[in-house]
């Protein structure tokens, strides 16, 4: 008998007995432990992180040589993290107590959800968010033939989605006498903001999918709108679920799309943020909640369009998100767009024409550069040419010139649009750029850029042509 072999698996084993084991000293700690073991695991990387909306950032951990991520917090009470892979899709979110080691097991990340077996002092919570996940999932892929339903039969189909997940908790309570009340309060409230979205969203859904405009649009019932009264709009223990903040979010929109339809509030909140603020500060009373739906309408300002505005909503933003933390987190954003400050150097991007030459910024220095960045696929983008062809028609001959960057990943469908639609200007592909997407921040198109004769950014977020670019460009030309 190897004596050193036994001896040295012992340990191993003792040592792994006291990491994952419940055991007191770990309680008393509040350690909690999250380990992932894979068969096939070469370059695997995982970004863990609480779903508290005070965390901004997560965690990146590389597997290490025996196939493991290993992530240790210390919480004082239960927590939810979210698990992603980095470069893959699988997403779960993961429930641990204070003390608790969870172990999980896969295969491989591409075969992560066929393969997964939770062990640990607490697998029970985690195989049942797995199989909550299952059923959502089931309901999302036929979300658009449900949404494409008269009411009477798509609330008929949520509330059956909504009685699957009541059933599963109903099972776990069952089986489980020891099971934490806390985590069955949150994933009740789970599914409930679950089936009170799906009932917000319904009425766009139907009336997209059936093409409704106008006095057309779908007429809903008195009876609707009483899932409203299973809602609460202040709740703050809730907002540790993303689908709960999504659920605000989108009731607040509702009101937020008035901003575009009424000239005389556009003139009194004279941009959409301050407008925004205003609807929380009118529909919120909790002050957090107030908070993180701020920073969330401005975080996705910053996002797409950098500083734009930025002065006319900040004080507004500030006096509604009053948390040091989301208020540090927009500031850094809005630093990570300095380069595209008015004035600083326009960076040059890889770019062909329809006959694979190589086209440049420099090329056309002398004059303003009005840039559309698109793509085939894109409704929003596709809807601003026409507009844009009356714009190189309106300024044929001066010293402005158009340029409509495709991001299409092939340059098929980019040079088939340009022939079938007669695209005039100066048409380049791009393709998957990184210029595009990290220098420039392009999050979202269509994005339109204005860069001066020196070849210096004018605007980095450059009105589009169907909200009055052309009244932009006629004074830049008189300059």
């Excluded at 597997?63 to 893959?88: R, S």
């Excluded at 409930?192 to 009425?203: C, G, N, T």
């Excluded at 999050?443 to 210096?456: K, L, S």
Aim: with cysteine.
């Amino acid at each position: 008998m190897n004596t050193s072999k036994s001896v040295l698996s012992l340990s191993i084993f003792a040592m792994l007995l006291f990491l994952f084991s419940c055991n007191t000293d770990n309680e008393k700690s509040n350690k909690t432990v999250i380990k992932i073991s894979f068969e096939e695991y070469e370059g695997v990387q995982a970004v863990i992180k609480s779903t508290s909306p005070f965390q901004i950032a997560g965690d990146t951990i590389k597997v290490n040589e025996n196939g493991d991520i290993i992530f240790e917090a210390n919480i004082d009470k239960p927590e939810y993290f979210e698990l992603n892979f980095v470069g893959g899709r699988p997403k779960i979110t993961l429930y641990t107590r204070p003390g608790d080691s969870l172990l999980i097991n896969a295969k491989g990340v591409g075969s992560f959800y066929q393969t997964i077996k939770f062990g640990g002092n607490a697998p029970i919570y985690n195989d049942y968010l797995l199989r909550s996940k299952n059923i959502s999932d089931k309901l999302n892929q036929s979300l658009m033939s449900l949404m494409g339903q008269e009411e009477k039969a798509a609330m008929n189909s949520l509330d059956s989605a909504r009685a699957l997940h009541a059933d599963e908790l109903a099972a776990l309570q069952k089986g489980n006498a020891n099971i934490d009340p806390y985590f069955i309060k949150i994933e009740n409230s789970r599914a409930i903001y679950e089936w009170a979205i799906l009932h917000r969203i319904y009425p766009d859904y139907y009336n997209y999918i059936h093409k409704l405009e106008g006095d057309n649009k779908v007429n809903l019932t008195p009876e609707f709108d009483t899932y409203l009264a299973e809602v609460d709009l202040n709740n703050e223990e809730l907002v540790i679920l993303p689908i709960y903040l999504e659920f605000l979010q989108s009731y607040l929109r509702t009101d937020n799309g008035a901003f575009y339809e009424d000239e005389n509030i556009q003139k009194e909140y004279v941009s959409y943020a301050n407008y925004q603020m205003s609807i929380i500060n009118s529909k919120i009373e909790n002050s957090t909640i107030k908070s993180i739906l701020a920073y969330k309408s401005v975080y996705d300002q910053v996002d797409y369009r950098g500083s734009t505005d930025k002065d006319l909503y900040w004080d507004a933003f500030t006096k509604t998100c009053t948390n040091d933390i989301l208020v540090q987190n927009i500031t850094d954003k809005l630093a990570e767009w300095k380069h595209l400050d008015k004035g600083a150097p326009a960076k040059e991007i890889q770019l062909v024409d329809m006959d694979g030459n190589a086209v440049t910024f420099e090329q056309f220095k002398g004059k303003w550069i009005y840039i559309d960045i698109w793509a085939t696929w894109c409704s929003p983008c596709k809807a601003e040419i026409p507009v844009l062809k009356g714009l190189e028609e309106e300024f044929k001959g001066q010293d402005i010139v158009f340029m409509s960057i495709s991001v299409d990943r092939e340059q098929q469908p980019w040079q088939q649009m340009v022939k079938d639609e007669e695209l005039k200007g100066v048409q380049v592909w791009a393709g998957q750029n990184e210029t595009i997407q990290n220098f420039y921040k392009v999050n979202g198109i269509p994005r339109f850029m204005i860069f001066d004769p020196q070849g210096n950014i004018y605007d980095a977020n450059a009105t589009r042509p169907s909200m009055g670019a052309g009244d932009i460009i006629k004074d830049l030309l008189a300059k």
